[in-house]
């Protein structure tokens, strides 16, 4: 079974600082991952997703994820966090299983960001 | 084109009464699940539909049924809530590829934010 971990349950970084979230996985396939960000009682966004190729992936709203197979991780970054960003971020995993993909979500982080 | 979208946005209840979680999405998905968002545990699959006319058990199925209705409905119905089951659920859609093991995504509506008192 797969599984997620997101360390960090909550990041407050300085506006126009550079962002890095964090996110572990459990898989023994090379797995389908991705990141989605959650804004104050809104759905999920999709920001970008790895399914294979290129293991730097980019992302919308400037975001970008890089897999590593190594250290079972696929952090995301931003160079220059908006005031915009404030919000809650989720790696989720995606695996194959009776016929549809499961897929299964981190606790999440909440970002914050400060003048 | 609307996405996925869902109804209602909020809802109380009392315990013991039912209520029904309608979601539709207009991208011709065959896939169609229904997830809840409780503080701390990120999303939890409560049921999911792979195609039309097939409905499955997910991680939380306990309390809940679901009806695909057609290809862009899918539907979850409480029979007799509980406090247990306030959270906010989210219903989601996935186009599923031709060949199993492929690529996919799957897109999220807004959102049903549900209180059991």
């Known amino acids: 079974a797969q599984s997620v971990t997101q360390p960090d349950i909550h990041i407050t970084v300085s506006e126009g600082a550079s962002l890095e979230l964090r996110c572990n996985y459990s898989?023994?396939?090379?797995?389908?991952l991705f990141w989605y960000v959650q804004s104050p009682g809104q759905g999920l966004q999709l920001l970008l997703k790895?399914?294979?190729?290129?293991?730097l992936v980019q992302g919308i709203k400037g975001f970008e994820a890089e897999f590593k197979r190594s250290q079972s991780s696929f952090n995301l970054r931003k160079p220059s966090v908006h005031w915009s960003d404030a919000a809650e971020y989720f790696c989720?995993?995606?695996?194959?299983?009776?016929?549809?993909?499961?897929?299964?979500f981190g606790i999440g982080t909440k970002l914050q960001v400060i003048p | 084109n609307a996405g996925v979208t869902q109804t209602p946005k909020f809802q109380v209840l009392k315990t013991g009464q039912s209520m029904t979680l309608q979601c539709a999405q207009d991208?011709?998905?065959?896939?169609m699940y229904w997830y809840r968002q409780d503080p701390g545990m990120g999303l939890r699959l409560i049921y999911y539909?792979?195609?039309?006319?097939?409905?499955d058990k997910g991680e939380v199925p306990n309390g809940y049924n679901v009806s695909r209705l057609n290809k862009r409905e899918f539907s979850l119905r409480l029979e007799s809530a509980a406090p247990s089951q306030t959270s906010v659920y989210f219903c989601?859609?996935?186009?599923?590829?031709?060949?199993?093991?492929?690529?996919?995504?799957?897109?999220f509506g807004p959102g049903t934010r549900l209180t059991v008192l």
């Open positions: 989601a859609s996935s186009e599923v590829p031709t060949l199993a093991g492929g690529e996919d995504t799957q897109y």
């Open positions: 898989y023994g396939a090379t797995p389908y």
């Open positions: 790895y399914f294979s190729g290129d293991t």
């Open positions: 989720a995993v995606g695996a194959w299983s009776g016929g549809y993909q499961k897929v299964t």
């Open positions: 991208m011709n998905h065959n896939s």
């Open positions: 539909s792979a195609s039309e006319g097939t409905t």
